[in-house]
């Protein structure tokens, strides 16, 4: 049965989607059978993954609404060697829409769990908001991801995730928790990454993943080339580190 994580912060561009799509190719390598589920308007994770946004036959907006389900809606990155539910900005329609459905915040949950059998992860990608798409993914969740930079603001607003995982865990779902604060975008050479990152540890412990992924270009180039970093340069320190945490998740879940 798949192990499902969210990959959540409401602040943009910290990197949840180069997260998702790289931990997604990282642990396809590592046998494991994935789907990558894009929550995100944005559809960013769809198009990192190979995946041409503009052309969906059905997408995570209909799985949302039940008028498809996973098994139809899925389509393969063959790039990343996982499945993806992919999204586009129709799914924006669903927050409005879901409004008025019965169990508004489950559906995603529902619909995943009957697809759970085919797959080892299910990691989505959250869109920049504390909205009822993420609280979609929350509720559907065993665990978040919570992607930071190491920089001066980087705790600003951590504690309103912080507190909204906290009342989804006591509403909810109470299988949810925080798996761990991963540090990304990571540049050894500024001592203000060093200081936080240390700040971080103190704090939160062995709720600090041990991989840290450095800010390394090769990541950012390949989404235009519609691949993973993982994939698209598999030597780079980048991709070498989201395989790292990859591996450091396979140990995670098996203690879970
Ligand atoms: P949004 O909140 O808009 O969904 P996000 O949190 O998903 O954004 P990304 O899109 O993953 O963030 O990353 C933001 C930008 O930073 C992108 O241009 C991405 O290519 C770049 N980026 C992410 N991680 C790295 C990294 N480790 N090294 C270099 N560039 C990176
Ligand atoms: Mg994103």
Not at 163 to 176: E, M, R, Y
Not at 177 to 187: P, S, Y
């Amino acid at each position: 049965m798949a192990k499902i994580f969210c990959v959540a912060n409401q602040k943009g561009g910290v990197g949840k989607t180069t997260t998702t799509v790289n931990l997604a190719a990282g642990l396809a390598k590592l046998n494991q059978r994935v789907l990558l589920v894009d929550l995100d308007p944005q559809g960013n994770a769809t198009m990192g993954a190979g995946i041409n946004k503009a052309t969906l036959q059905a997408s995570t907006y209909e799985v949302l609404l039940g008028t498809a389900d996973v098994a139809t809606a899925r389509v393969r990155s063959e790039a990343g060697g996982f499945d993806v539910l992919p999204a586009n900005r129709e799914l924006a329609g669903a927050e409005v829409e879901m409004v008025q459905l019965e169990n508004r915040e489950r559906r995603l949950r529902d619909a995943l769990g009957l697809a759970a059998k085919d797959y080892d992860f299910m990691l989505i990608d959250c869109p920049p908001a504390l909205s009822m798409l993420t609280l979609n993914g929350l509720c559907a969740a065993h665990g978040v991801i919570i992607p930071m930079q190491c920089e001066y603001y980087a705790l600003e607003g951590l504690s309103d995730l912080v507190n909204t995982i906290k009342k989804v865990h006591a509403n909810l779902n109470p299988d949810l928790k925080i798996i761990g604060l991963l540090r990304v975008m990571f540049d050894p050479r500024m001592t203000l990454s060093q200081q936080v990152s240390a700040q971080l540890e103190q704090h939160f412990g062995d709720k600090v993943f041990k991989t840290i992924i450095p800010r390394n270009v090769r990541l950012a180039e390949a989404p235009s080339y519609g691949m993973p970093g993982v994939t698209f340069d598999p030597t780079s320190k980048g991709a070498q580190a989201y395989i790292a945490f990859g591996a450091e998740m396979v140990k995670r879940i098996k203690k879970m």
